[in-house]
């Protein structure tokens, strides 16, 4: 398996673990933005540290700024993707921040010169037409919480970006994700003091399931822009609209309609085609 193959299997992984999270922290219920993010990730800290064997996790020279770049830009994205969720149409947050796989590609060209193909860029805007069919944005982006929606998006591209920068400067994955779990712990604490919300015992049993899917999705998307380049793999990220759509019915009883089933199709015909475009031009 090369190491395309391999992005491409992780970052599908890590999309079924974010909607398994996006799903948990729902049921959740009404609790504070920033007590679910605290809770998440500082439950992603102490699990990603337990997952492998103890091992000495090294910061070379050069590498903290890029840490806290990557920390910065993904603390931006979770905060203004909650925050987008509690204040927005449901489909309009998840539109922006589906915007992210742009996001990453414009930051990935301007921070490691990967070249986009016409093909490549084809296929992203294709993918996020058939995002656009499932989540059925209203189009009331005149809110305030709209644009910081789209920050959230854009600061989740940025932080993908920076991991694919880690990547090649050989740090360790484990290291970036547990810097960036301790990071947004420390930055939401402030904020809980005197707002924490009591948790019943099945809104604790929710927040640790996120917190696994959490931890997974992390793992597994850090892994993915290690093995491969935004442009590359970044449409298949798209995956993750269908593992909602699946846990929804499944869970929720929420039932897609023929637009979103139209959205299903149009993402899978264009993953399928990205991957053997992919393929050809290696056989070239």
């Known amino acids: 398996m090369n190491s395309k193959t391999k992005g491409i299997l992780c970052i599908v992984t890590a999309a079924f673990c974010f909607a398994f999270m996006s799903l948990c922290v729902r049921l959740a219920g009404d609790l504070p933005s920033m007590q679910k993010i605290l809770f998440r990730n500082l439950l992603a800290f102490f699990i990603v540290g337990l997952v492998r064997k103890p091992e000495k996790l090294e910061i070379h020279k050069g590498d903290l700024k890029f840490l806290f770049l ?3 830009c993904g603390t931006v994205g979770i905060v203004c993707n909650f925050y987008a969720i509690d204040h927005l149409v ?3 947050a998840n539109m922006l921040n589906k915007l992210s796989p742009f996001f990453t590609i414009i930051f990935s ?65 484990k290291l970036i994700v547990m810097f960036f779990s301790a990071f947004t712990c420390v930055f939401a ?21 996120a917190g696994f899917g959490g931890a997974g999705g992390q793992i597994f998307v850090t892994k993915a822009y290690f093995y491969a380049p935004a442009k590359e793999i970044s449409v298949f990220d798209y995956s993750q609209i269908m593992f909602s759509a699946l846990m929804g019915f499944l869970v929720l009883g929420q039932k897609p309609d023929m637009l979103s089933l139209c959205g299903y199709v149009i993402i899978c015909t264009t993953a399928v085609c990205m991957y053997f475009y992919n393929k050809n031009r290696r056989t070239l």
């Open 70 to 72: 990557r920390s910065i």
């Open 90 to 92: 449901l489909s309009d």
């Open 109 to 173: 060209y301007f921070l490691l010169k990967e070249r986009l193909t016409l093909f490549q860029g084809i296929a992203v805007v294709v993918a996020f037409m058939g995002a656009l069919f499932i989540i059925k944005p209203t189009g009331n982006m005149t809110d305030p919480a709209a644009l910081i929606g789209m920050l959230g998006g854009a600061g989740a591209g940025a932080a993908y970006s920076f991991v694919r920068v880690l990547g090649k400067r050989g740090v360790n994955g």
């Open 189 to 209: 604490l402030p904020f809980l003091i005197g707002h924490f919300a009591p948790m019943k015992w099945w809104q604790v049993a929710a927040m640790i399931a």
